[in-house]
């Protein structure tokens, strides 16, 4: 078996630009009510009672996830490597609790001046280059009801 590829050799990296302030996009990542309802895009569930966010460096996140007609049960764990509020946000992903291997996500918010920000999403990791495929798929709905909330 091939040993793993070196961390961060792997992942993809995003841009999306919200009809929303800075300071409230921020919000939607570091305020388990907010980021509840759009963590899952559409197609899955996260209960507010399972999202729990200790947001500053050190700090641990966890969030459940169900997903599907079957209500498949993903849960997520993490910790916050960097918090510099409201422009820049790295935090550890597994949905392994336990397993040593994450993924590794930083959110840079930038302000455009006009009542928009754009947000570039980096997630590098252990995956298989075609498996951030899908999991930039996964993301993209995940934003699209990110979008809704902040337009709406």
């Known amino acids: 078996m091939a040993e793993p590829a070196p961390f961060g050799t792997s992942g993809f990296t995003t841009t999306r630009v919200f009809a929303a302030p800075r300071e409230r ?14 963590f899952g895009g559409a197609d899955c569930e ?14 641990a996140w966890r969030a459940t996830m169900f997903c599907g007609p079957g209500r498949r049960e993903i ?28 993924e590794l996500v930083t959110v840079i918010l930038t302000d455009l001046g006009d009542g ?27 934003f699209a009801r990110l979008d809704e909330r902040l337009a709406g």
């Open 116 to 142: 928009r920000t754009e947000m570039r999403f980096e997630q590098r990791g252990h995956k298989r280059p075609d498996e951030y495929d899908h999991t930039k798929q996964g993301w993209g709905t995940f």
């Open 75 to 102: 849960r997520w764990v993490g910790e916050y490597r960097e918090v510099a509020a409201p422009e820049r946000l790295v935090l550890t992903f597994s949905d392994r609790p336990g397993d040593d291997r994450y």
């Open 46 to 59: 996260v209960p507010l009672s399972t999202v729990s966010m200790d947001v500053r460096p050190g700090g």
């Open 25 to 38: 996009v921020w919000r939607e990542w570091t305020e388990p009510e907010r980021f509840a309802d759009w």
